[in-house]
C-alpha cells in the first residue's frame, strides 16, 4: 500500500460549489456584478414575452387546491465566480440577461403592490419582490445586481423608481438616440408594465387584484428554480467554461483575462481608471488591423515577451505572470505594466500589418509572411523585433529581421511542412531570446538556422509543390525577378496579364501527353514546381493543353520561346536539341527544379542577416 501522504485530496465544494435556489433564495446575501467584458442587455420583447409566458404558467399549474406537489419552473444555471477576497460579490459570467430581467419584472409589481389598500399584505408583498433590487448594507439599500453597461440608467430606472410615472418622467429627460442598452431596459420596463397591467384589468377590487399579485409573486419567487454554480478559483474558470458550453455563454480566455487585471487594478481608483484606459486603447489598436483578432494577440504577445504555452493555457499564464512575486512593485503596479506593455504591442501589431508605411522591402517582406504564405505564428518574433528597434538607428536591424522572418517562413513551413505548433516554439524561443540579449539579431539568426539549415532547405526546395497557385506564382515570381534583376519584364501579380502556366497540363490532351498521363504519378508531378512557369496571359490562352513541341514554338509566336520572361526561354533550351524536341517527362520536372534549387533557393531565402549587422 502507497504512503497516503503523498496523495493531495481535493474537496471539490472548494473549487466549485453549486446549489439549487428559488429566486426568493438566490437574492439577498449577495451581489451580483457584470464584469466590464460581458456583453450588456441584449434581451427583446421575443425573449421577455417568453420569461413572462414561464411566469403565468407557473402561476396557473399551482391555482390547484392541494399544495403539496408545487410546479416548479427550471430557469437553468446562473454561472458566478466568488473571489476569496471580496465573498460578498459575485461575478456573473452566465445568467446576466435572465438576472436583469427579473428585477426589473420585480420592480415592476412592486409599482402596483403600492397601489392596493391594505398595509400588511403590500409591505409582505414589496419585501418579497425588492430582493432581486437591493440589499441592506449597514442599513443602507444597496443594489442586488450591477450591470457593466448603463449600470446607472438601471439603477435610476428600477431601484431608485418603484413606479412607472416616475420612470416614465425620467426615461423622458434623458436622450436614448445612441444608447441602445438603455433603449433595451426601457424597453423591458414598457414590457412588463404593459404585461401586469393586462393581467389585473380583469380583476374588479382591491382583493382581486392583491390575489393576483400574490399568485405572480409566489410563482416567481417560490417556483422558478435556478442552480448557481460558484467557482471559488478564478484560474479554474476557464476549464469550466469550456466544457459547459452553456446556451449564449460568449466567452472567450480574452474576457476572462479582461476581468482578471481590471479586477486587480480595481485596490486603487488611479490604476483602475488606467487599467480601463489601457485596455481600451489595446482593443482599439487590435481592431484596427485584420491579422489577429483579440484573443490571437493576447496569446501572440504573451508567446512573445512572456513564456511559451498553447492558446488554451493563456488564463492560467496571464495568472501566473501578475503573480510573479519576483516582480517589482505591488499588484496594481503589475497589472499596469502588463497592460503598458500589451497597449505598446498593439500599436506593434497595427504598425506591421500596415504595408505602405515602410519601406517597399520591408512592407513586401511583411505582406509576403501574412498574405502569400499566411503564417501566423511569424507574428511574436516581430513583435519582438519591433519592440527591441524602435529608435530610428535600429531600422536596418528591424527590416533584418523582417527578412529572416520571411525567409525562415518560407523555409520551415511552406517548404518545410512544420505544423504550426512546432513553428510557434521556433518563434516564440527566438523571439524570448531577442529580448533576453538585448537586441541582438544574430541570436535570432543562429535559431532559425538551426531549425532550416542550407543543406535541408535546398533539398526539400528540390522536391517542393506549391499547392495553391498563388503559392506557386509567388515562387516564381521572386524566381523571375532575381533572374531579371531589374532588367525586362517583371511579373505582375498573378491576374489577367500573366498565369501560371503548367508545362505538362493538369487536363492534358491525352494523344499529345499519352507518355505520362497513364502513369499514376502523373498527378503528383503536374503541380511540383518544376513543372511550373509564369507566362503572359495571351501566350497561355493560346497553348492551354496543347503537346510540348507547340509550346515550345509555333507559328504564331505565342509560344515560350517568345516570351518575354527569363524562365519559359530556359525551358526551350533545356528540351531542344539539334534532333528536336526531347519529351517532357517526370525526369525533365525533376531535373529542372534540381536546378532551381542548387541555382537559386540559397540566394533568394538566404535566412542570413545583411553583413553590416553581424
Request: aromatic letters at 8%; a negative charge; proline letters at 4%.
Amino acid at each position: 500500500m502507497g504512503d497516503s501522504r503523498s496523495t493531495r485530496m481535493i474537496v471539490p465544494d472548494t473549487v466549485i460549489g453549486s446549489d439549487s435556489l428559488a429566486l426568493a433564495q438566490l437574492f439577498g446575501q449577495f451581489e451580483y456584478i457584470v464584469p466590464e467584458y460581458q456583453r450588456g442587455y441584449e434581451w427583446t420583447d421575443e425573449q421577455l414575452e417568453q420569461l413572462w409566458k414561464d411566469v403565468c404558467k407557473t402561476r396557473d399549474a399551482n391555482r390547484r387546491e392541494r399544495r403539496a406537489d408545487v410546479e416548479a419552473h427550471f430557469l437553468g444555471a446562473v454561472v458566478v465566480i466568488c473571489r476569496p477576497d471580496d465573498k460578498a460579490r459575485l461575478e456573473v459570467v452566465d445568467g446576466q440577461q435572465r438576472l436583469a430581467s427579473l428585477s426589473m419584472l420585480c420592480s415592476v409589481m412592486i409599482g402596483f403592490v403600492q397601489e392596493l389598500e391594505e398595509t400588511t399584505q403590500k409591505m409582505m408583498l414589496s419585501a418579497e419582490l425588492a430582493k432581486p433590487l437591493f440589499r441592506s448594507m449597514d442599513g443602507v439599500p444597496q443594489p442586488t445586481v450591477l450591470l457593466n453597461k448603463e449600470g446607472e440608467f438601471y439603477e435610476e430606472s428600477y431601484v431608485k423608481r418603484l413606479r412607472q410615472e416616475e420612470r416614465l418622467e425620467y426615461w423622458g429627460q434623458q436622450d436614448l438616440g445612441k444608447r441602445p442598452t438603455a433603449e433595451l431596459l426601457k424597453g423591458a420596463g414598457l414590457y412588463f408594465h404593459a404585461a401586469v397591467a393586462k393581467e389585473l384589468a380583469t380583476a374588479d377590487g382591491s382583493e382581486k387584484r392583491s390575489r393576483v399579485l400574490v399568485e405572480l409573486q409566489s410563482a416567481l419567487m417560490d417556483c422558478f428554480i435556478v442552480i448557481r454554480l460558484m467557482v471559488h478559483r478564478p484560474k479554474m474558470a476557464y476549464r469550466l467554461f469550456e466544457s459547459l458550453n452553456f446556451h449564449g455563454l460568449r466567452l472567450t480566455q480574452a474576457d476572462l483575462v479582461k476581468n482578471e487585471v481590471l479586477h486587480r487594478a480595481a485596490s486603487r481608483q488611479d490604476s483602475h481608471d488606467k487599467a480601463v484606459a489601457d485596455w481600451k486603447a489595446t482593443e482599439n489598436s487590435v481592431e484596427s488591423q485584420s491579422l489577429l483578432d483579440r484573443l490571437s494577440f493576447l496569446h501572440h504577445y504573451h508567446i512573445s515577451a512572456i513564456e511559451e504555452l498553447k492558446v488554451g493555457e493563456l488564463f492560467e499564464g496571464v495568472l501566473r505572470h501578475l503573480d510573479d512575486g519576483e516582480a517589482m512593485g505591488d499588484e496594481s503596479d503589475r497589472v499596469l505594466r502588463y497592460l503598458g506593455d500589451l497597449r505598446k504591442h498593439a500599436r506593434h501589431l497595427a504598425k506591421l500589418s500596415a504595408y505602405d508605411d515602410w519601406p517597399s522591402d520591408v512592407g513586401e517582406w511583411l505582406q509576403e509572411i501574412h498574405e502569400t504564405l499566411h503564417v501566423r505564428f511569424a507574428i511574436p518574433l516581430l513583435l519582438a523585433a519591433a519592440d527591441c528597434f524602435r529608435a530610428p538607428e535600429d531600422k536596418a536591424k528591424l527590416a533584418g529581421i523582417v527578412r529572416l522572418t520571411r525567409d525562415f517562413c518560407f523555409r520551415f513551413v511552406t517548404v518545410g511542412g512544420h505544423t504550426p505548433e512546432i513553428l510557434r516554439r521556433v518563434v516564440s524561443r527566438a523571439a524570448l531570446e531577442l529580448r533576453r540579449s538585448e537586441g541582438d539579431p544574430s541570436v535570432v539568426e543562429a535559431i532559425l538556422l538551426e531549425q532550416a539549415p542550407d543543406g535541408l532547405f535546398r533539398e526539400q526546395f528540390g522536391t517542393f509543390s506549391p499547392g495553391a497557385q498563388k503559392r506557386g506564382f509567388y515562387v516564381l515570381d521572386l524566381l523571375e525577378r532575381h533572374i531579371a534583376k531589374g532588367a525586362g519584364t517583371r511579373p505582375y501579380s498573378q491576374s489577367v496579364r500573366q498565369h501560371l502556366e503548367h508545362i505538362a497540363p493538369r487536363t492534358p490532351d491525352p494523344d499529345e501527353w499519352a507518355h505520362l498521363v497513364d502513369d499514376d504519378r502523373y498527378e503528383h508531378y503536374v503541380n511540383r514546381l518544376g513543372n511550373l512557369l509564369i507566362l503572359e496571359s495571351d501566350i497561355n490562352q493560346h497553348i492551354k493543353n496543347k503537346g510540348l513541341g507547340y509550346k515550345i514554338s509555333n507559328d504564331t509566336e505565342l509560344d515560350y520561346a517568345h516570351s518575354r520572361l527569363r524562365l519559359p526561354p530556359e525551358v526551350v533550351s533545356m528540351v531542344k536539341t539539334e534532333s528536336g524536341i526531347e519529351p517532357w517527362s517526370f525526369e525533365s520536372i525533376e531535373k529542372r527544379q534540381e536546378d532551381l534549387a542548387n541555382r537559386f533557393a540559397l540566394q533568394i531565402w538566404p535566412l542570413r542577416l545583411p553583413e553590416d549587422l553581424v
